[in-house]
């Protein structure tokens, strides 16, 4: 069985943070989604793997750079890469010669599955099913392609994003399928999004009567495509953190609760952090500085001042802050600064696509 992990889009939910790299490479507790993505495939025995990538040479190069060859995970990685985004099943298409008549998963790249798919891996190798989709309940079903299921709970009928959904069982970023999918990939029309729907391949597959089976996410999913899912992933991932302290911690430092810090990194004295909290590889912590649960520091931040909770610090940056941050996900090479002068007011660069709480 192979795996096709889908890496590609603008992640435009997710500006400006998504103007020079791709969304997938975001970090959950100092982790890209993407990593977790491949783990989650190879520890369902899963290791022959495609990464569709695109659309500038810059994001196609930063994704290699991430993930390399996949011999970390005792997996082999190859790319394929998409012209511009024209849609999942557009995405699936391109990688008909690598998956050839295999079975295989495709794992959307933004998704990140506590439980992981292995039990539903081997569900579908037992069936005789063409196809197997992953589904959760939501809150707001209109966000997501929507399965709904008869009494005996088969699928009969799937919707991309429906203004008024008929059930609020969402289809998560994970599928299986058979290669007859191509069939009818090949007659597709482009949906009103000018995309080449997925959705639309598996109503198809309903359509011709071939069997679809179902399988609800034991535990937690999350679908990180916006600033708050993100920092939800985060505080889920941190939840479970334990303690590893590889870099050094002053003798007055106070430090509570479960903390992972990596070397080269310095807390120094005076200074308070109250787990979770998982900090990188050289990064300074100052003596006037508090940082509370569940944020994650990446790696070379320096923090002069200032406190900071269930936030996400991607890495080089200096935070020299006189107020507290919250609920915030700052990019890398960032500074926030406190200033003294007067006129005292707030100076701010932002790209476009910003949101700031001031």
């Avoid at 190859?78 to 998956?99: C, N, S």
């Avoid at 994003?161 to 290669?179: E, H, M, Q």
Wanted: glycine share 10%; charged share 25%.
């Amino acid at each position: 069985m192979h795996g096709l992990i889908l890496a590609g889009g603008l992640g435009k939910r997710l500006r400006p943070l998504t103007h020079t790299g791709p969304k997938q490479l975001i970090p959950i507790a100092n982790k890209p989604v993407l990593h977790y993505c491949i783990e989650d495939l190879v520890n369902a025995g899963i290791k022959d793997i495609g990464i569709i990538v695109g659309y500038t040479e810059d994001r196609i190069n930063t994704i290699k750079e991430s993930v390399g060859d996949g011999s970390k995970w005792g997996a082999k990685i190859t790319y394929l890469e998409q012209d511009a985004p024209r849609g999942l099943a557009h995405a699936v298409w391109i990688a008909k010669d690598f998956l050839k008549n295999d079975d295989f998963v495709v794992y959307l790249g933004d998704n990140i599955l506590k439980g992981g798919i292995k039990h539903f891996v081997e569900e579908f190798k037992k069936s005789n099913a063409e196809a197997s989709i992953l589904l959760c309940k939501v809150d707001k079903p209109e966000k997501f392609g929507i399965a709904t299921l008869d009494n005996k709970g088969n699928i009969i009928e799937v919707e991309e994003k429906p203004k008024k959904p008929k059930t609020n069982y969402a289809i998560v970023g994970v599928y299986l399928f058979k290669s007859i999918i191509f069939e009818h990939i090949k007659n597709l029309k482009p949906s009103a999004r000018n995309e080449l729907e997925l959705t639309h391949v598996i109503q198809a597959l309903i359509e011709s009567k071939h069997k679809i089976i179902s399988h609800f996410v034991n535990g937690w999913w999350d679908d990180a495509g916006t600033t708050d899912d993100i920092l939800h992933a985060n505080y889920i991932m941190l939840h479970d953190l334990q303690s590893e302290i590889k870099g050094i911690v002053e003798e007055r430092a106070k430090i509570m609760g479960n903390i992972k810090i990596g070397e080269g990194s310095i807390i120094r004295n005076g200074s308070s952090i109250k787990g979770p909290v998982i900090i990188g590889k050289n990064c300074d912590i100052g003596k006037n500085v508090y940082i509370g649960p569940y944020t994650s520091i990446g790696d070379n931040t320096k923090i002069i001042s200032g406190e900071i909770e269930s936030s996400i610090i991607i890495g080089d940056s200096v935070i020299d802050c006189k107020g507290k941050i919250v609920d915030s996900l700052i990019g890398k090479h960032s500074n926030v600064i406190s200033s003294d002068k007067l006129p005292k007011g707030y100076k701010i660069i932002t790209g476009e696509n910003s949101e700031l709480s001031l």
